[in-house]
């Protein structure tokens, strides 16, 4: 249940663009409580009832409440009042949700659709997944295997219908959608501002440089730049990755990427020899 007025913010992208980080921001703009249900692409129907596509055990969800101050909800939290939501859809195509059938009514719901740079979201998700040799099912950083989890090519080919909406802002399925580049969100304090009144929230940033266990943190740093996030360079993985015959391979000769990115994030220097292009 929803009270009156409460804010409910829904978070789209691919794994490893960005996701969690705008959900921590979000957490501190949206406090004192924000009930978080994450990773609802867990559903085979992305407009199933959320409380009935949660999967988290006990021992999970009490470490991420206590460690980030959020709530995570249950079926049996479903008819308890709730002044802030955030709903997360990972990895999951762009469609017409109706969350406020299930959760309310009372409220704006307003989208967030990020897209993260290729080059360097590639690197981090190859970073975090891996295939297993055997099955081919994603394997986790930490050896679980993820079916959910998709493949490289088909996350690449996910991305294009993420980052082509976030280029044409426009057509969205959803009412009250903002295409976010997280690029320009971890650099620039006037676009958060500008998100922050379209949640309808006084403008609070403390966010930005906190790094909580949801989502694992960062695939190379994990939580160790709790505090200092705009450390991390998180502009630089791809050159990290750029030795990795696997990862060139996702690029090359993919001038229809190259020219979506650089349409979206603007020119990176380097990442053209990825493609083949000089």
């Known amino acids: ?29 949206l406090e004192p409580e924000v009930w978080i249900f994450n990773d609802l692409s867990k559903s085979v129907d992305p407009g199933a009832d959320p409380y009935e596509s949660l999967n988290f055990s006990a021992a999970y969800r ?14 049996a939290d479903r ?26 009514a009372n409220s704006k719901v307003t989208h967030f659709v990020t897209c993260r740079d290729p080059f360097n979201m590639m690197a981090s998700r190859m970073k975090r997944f891996q295939p297993c040799p055997r099955t081919g099912v994603i394997v986790r950083a930490d050896g679980s295997l993820d079916p959910r989890i998709l493949s490289p090519e088909r996350a690449l080919n996910r991305w294009v219908e993420h980052a082509t909406a976030v280029r044409d802002d426009g057509n969205w399925p ?15 304090r006037n676009f958060r501002r500008e998100l922050a009144d379209r949640v309808g929230r006084p403008f609070d940033d403390t ?16 939580t160790s730049k709790h505090g200092h996030a705009q450390e991390m360079k ?45």
């Open 174 to 188: 959803n009412p009250n959608t903002v295409g976010i580049a997280f690029n320009k969100f971890v650099t620039d």
């Open 1 to 29: 249940m929803i009270e009156r007025g409460a804010a409910v913010v829904v978070v789209w992208g691919v794994r490893r663009s960005g996701i969690h980080s705008i959900v921590t921001w979000l957490m501190r703009l």
């Open 62 to 75: 009490a470490d991420l409440e206590e460690q980030s101050h959020c709530r995570i909800p249950t079926p």
């Open 207 to 222: 966010g930005i440089n906190e790094v909580y266990a949801a989502g694992g943190g960062s695939s190379f740093e994990g």
């Open 234 to 278: 998180i502009n630089e993985r791809w050159i990290l990755a750029r030795e990795n015959i696997e990862y060139r391979s996702l690029f090359q000769g993919r001038t229809d990427i190259l020219e979506l990115s650089e349409a979206v994030f603007g020119p990176i220097p380097g990442t053209r020899e990825l493609v083949g292009c000089h």
């Open 79 to 104: 008819d308890t009042p709730k002044s802030s939501i955030v709903c997360v859809y990972e990895d999951s195509a762009l469609c017409s949700v109706d969350i406020g059938h299930y959760l309310g």
